[in-house]
T-cell receptor, first 116, second 115 residues
Framework: AQKITQTQPGMFVQEKEAVTLDCTYD???????LFWYKQPSSGEMIFLIY??????QNATEGRYSLNFQKARKSANLVISASQLGDSAMYFC?????????????FGSGTKLNVKP | DSGVTQTPKHLITATGQRVTLRCSPR?????VYWYQQSLDQGLQFLIQ???????AKGNILERFSAQQFPDLHSELNLSSLELGDSALYFC??????????????FGPGTRLLVL
């Protein structure tokens, strides 16, 4: 089974509107971490937000928030008030701690286009 | 700036050649990961090193090898290059502590073009 599933290959959103990028994960570990990265057309991978499996509150970082639903194993990224600069590829990732070291898994990504 | 450095930024070479990509992790990070990202593709995990030792292998070809040195910098060696090896190669680093808000920080990548 896929560890991280991003079902939206591409999405469009109107500037200033909010958008939700979906991510579901699969793990039997009790302690894990969930992350979102942004990759603009320039290529760099930019860390956006982190959610720990024991965190009771949803993580927020500025206009980014992570809608964490543990029972559903989902970790959707919400971007509020979209800006043109938000157009990029977005990757969801998970960290498990197995056999005394961390292992990271990445989804296939969602390409977000923000329309003026 | 993530604190992870990669050199060179761009590399153009010919088929059959050998190249070395270099990565310096963030200060204090013990783990280094290498990823390959082909055009419009996701990240393919290649290999992970922790404090000089190989920890995990992903889809790494036999023509590729890596090592992590005592000063924790890492090198990825790609040999007998083929056109299909053209890609963006990322290095990422992490502290490697269970229970911490452990994340990977990525370098800017090396863009390899094999002609």
């Amino acid at each position: 089974a896929q560890k991280i599933t991003q079902t939206q290959p591409g999405m469009f959103v109107q500037e200033k509107e909010a958008v939700t990028l979906d991510c579901t994960y699969d793990t039997s570990d009790q302690s894990y971490g969930l992350f979102w990265y942004k990759q603009p057309s320039s290529g760099e991978m930019i860390f956006l937000i982190y959610q720990g499996s024991y965190d009771e509150q949803n993580a927020t970082e500025g206009r980014y928030s992570l809608n964490f639903q543990k029972a559903r194993k989902s970790a959707n990224l919400v971007i509020s008030a979209s800006q043109l600069g938000d157009s990029a590829m977005y990757f969801c990732a998970m960290r498990e701690f197995l056999y005394n070291f961390n292992k990271f898994y990445f989804g296939s990504g969602t390409k977000l286009n923000v329309k003026p | 700036d993530s604190g992870v450095t990669q050199t060179p930024k761009h590399l153009i070479t010919a088929t059959g050649q050998r190249v070395t990509l270099r990565c310096s992790p963030r200060s204090g990070d013990l783990s280094v990961y290498w990823y390959q990202q082909s055009l419009d593709q996701g990240l393919q995990f290649l290999i992970q090193y922790y404090n000089g030792e190989e920890r995990a292998k992903g889809n790494i070809l036999e023509r590729f090898s890596a090592q992590q040195f005592p000063d924790l910098h890492s090198e990825l060696n790609l040999s007998s290059l083929e056109l299909g090896d053209s890609a963006l190669y990322f290095c990422a680093s992490s502290v490697e502590e269970r229970g911490a808000a452990e994340t990977q920080y990525f370098g800017p990548g090396t863009r390899l073009l094999v002609l």
